[in-house]
Nanobody, 125 residues
């Protein structure tokens, strides 16, 4: 059974940083296609960052240059390093994983079948 467990969320002031973690079990992060999504109250879920099976990455324009998606193979964990946080980044953040290998990073939730429960990020001005 695949489980994705997010952690690392919290409350920070604008300009601060957080690192989100997504620990996977029953699923191998190495050469996997995975992503981070977020959903703010009253808004649609939005793809934030994706990493395909070759390690290529993609980011939504609003976080480009501020967020970095990465994997720790030894820990079987996906990360999202978030710097220069803004109040607009406030949302519930979700980790997602594809069923099989993909060779194009994606921000579309249609590409992912496994989802974590989410971790809240709140950025105050």
């Amino acid at each position: 059974q695949v489980q994705l467990v997010e952690s690392g969320g919290g409350s920070v002031q604008a300009g601060g940083s957080l690192r989100l973690s997504c620990a996977a079990s029953g699923y191998t992060v190495n050469r996997a296609s995975m992503g981070w999504f977020r959903q703010a109250p009253g808004k649609k879920r939005e793809g934030v960052a994706g990493s395909d099976s070759a390690g290529a990455t993609i980011y939504v324009d609003s976080v480009q240059g501020r967020f970095t998606i990465s994997k720790d193979i030894a820990k079987n964990t996906l990360y999202l390093q978030m710097n220069s946080l803004k109040p607009d980044d406030t949302a519930m953040y979700y980790c997602a994983a594809a069923r099989g290998a993909t060779w194009l990073p994606s921000l579309s939730d249609d590409e992912y079948v496994y989802w974590g429960q989410g971790t809240q990020v709140t950025v105050s001005s």
